[in-house]
Nanobody, 131 residues
Framework: QVTLVDTGGGSVQAGRSLRLSCAAS????????MAWFRRAPGKEREGVAA???????????YYTDSVKGRFTISQDNAKNTVYLQMNNLKHEDTAMYYC?????????????????????WGRGTQVTGSS
């Protein structure tokens, strides 16, 4: 079993930055993907960024179009932690952000995992970009 604790959310003015952290504990060895999703009020949960941690690595991270060039996903294997650096935040980035992990290999998920591919989730951290 894997437990994820996602932290780092807050309320910031548009244009500022936040860094989300996702600390994993438990049996993480078979994790293939780590990803961040978000759900804005009245909208479906969407994939924001994902990083492939399985196989031989070397694959580019995935980003949804609206965050490309502003958000960066990274990992610290020694700490079993994944980060989401969010720069130049916009009001439309306001959402609950969730960290997640998937056991499914890249051959099964394609360029990114969907919500159905993810086996475990953090409880979420709220990000608010004020205009």
């Amino acid at each position: 079993q894997v437990t994820l604790v996602d932290t780092g959310g807050g309320s910031v003015q548009a244009g500022r930055s936040l860094r989300l952290s996702c600390a994993a504990s438990g049996y993480v060895d078979y994790t293939q993907w780590m990803a961040w999703f978000r759900r804005a009020p009245g909208k479906e949960r969407e994939g924001v960024a994902a990083i492939y941690t399985g196989g031989e690595g070397g694959h580019p991270a995935y980003y949804t179009d609206s965050v490309k060039g502003r958000f960066t996903i990274s990992q610290d294997n020694a700490k079993n932690t994944v980060y989401l650096q969010m720069n130049n935040l916009k009001h439309e980035d306001t959402a609950m952000y969730y960290c997640s992990g998937s056991y499914r290999p890249r051959e099964a998920t394609g360029e990114r995992p969907t919500t159905g591919d993810c086996a475990y989730w953090g409880r979420g951290t709220q990000v608010t970009g004020s205009s």
